[in-house]
């Protein structure tokens, strides 16, 4: 899943230069202080957030607010899966709280036991909905689709995602590229400065990558 992405990154480091599971507490110029009070300095510093993060980090910088669209992702544990198909389903009718469901473990078997399948529930916004209630009315939704069998479905956990993409209006690409390099070593990357799609997050880390070598690449060359 998307977890190969940052594995492979950190696979060509040094173990003892990650640090993880720690927060940012403020930023100023090229020094940056952890909620721990430890503090760090370095010649390039990126900032890979989400855009409210990051807004809150370079507040002169960047603009306050942008609108999300906000997702809640429901995974459930079921006797089989309900279609085989390695396939993402669409709610093509518009109704009902559900935007899309698939079975994990059709597309990876390691994602559930060989007796079990892992279902996938992904519901557009509901983040403030009472767990319960947005259960009850997802295996609604879903009986219809696939029968009583949802029935047997177990609830594993919900997650609610409050940022999960920027919403990109008429004039919101205007334009397509946001910079990603704010000046004094920072830069930026991730969906809100690019299309707001995975694709456009990479895309955006690459510019950064390159931004930071070719600023590397003319120290070098002053040095020499």
Known sequence: GMGEIPGQLAAGLPGEKLRTNVRVAALEGRKVTLESGEQFEARQIVIATEQPAAAALVPDLLEPTMRFQSTTCLYFTAPHAADPAPILILNGSGEGPVNNVCFMDRIAGGYAPEDRSLASVAVLGRTETDEEVLIEEVRRQLRVWFGDEVDAWA??????????????????????????????????????????????????????AEAIVQQLAGHAGHAG
């Not at 919900?158 to 008429?170: E, K, M, N, T």
């Not at 004039?171 to 400065?193: F, N």
């Open 155 to 208: 609830h594993l956990r919900s997650y609610r995602i409050p940022h999960a993409l920027p919403r990109q209006g008429p004039g919101a690409l205007d334009p397509p590229r946001r910079p990603v390099e704010l000046g004094d070593g920072i830069y930026l990357c991730g969906d809100h400065r690019d299309n707001a799609s995975i694709n456009g997050a990479m895309e955006s880390g690459r510019r950064a």
